[in-house]
């Protein structure tokens, strides 16, 4: 599985279309939530983590959300081995 970062940015002219997307969205069973979303206090901004195998499940998850919010993904890669 990757780790992801997921950062959003809600569109300020479609704050009510995308709270309404918001409130229906249903997490996908292929993905695991590392860190919970996190939205900026007093922004549109917010970001979460996540573990997947297929890309293709943040896209899915994402989709009915891309009109109203910006979405970067980003994949998570360890700088630092763990060492025994």
């Keep these: 599985m990757v780790k992801f970062l997921l950062e959003w940015d809600v569109k300020p ?47 899915e998850m994402f989709a009915p959300m891309l009109d109203f919010v910006n979405i970067n993904v980003t994949p998570v890669i360890p700088v630092f081995l763990e060492s025994d």
């Design 13 to 59: 002219e479609y704050r009510k279309e995308a709270a309404k997307a918001v409130a229906e969205f249903k997490q996908p069973k292929d993905l695991k939530i590392i860190f919970p979303a996190h939205n900026c206090v007093a922004s549109n901004r917010g970001l979460s983590i996540v573990e997947v195998d297929d890309i293709k499940v943040i896209q």
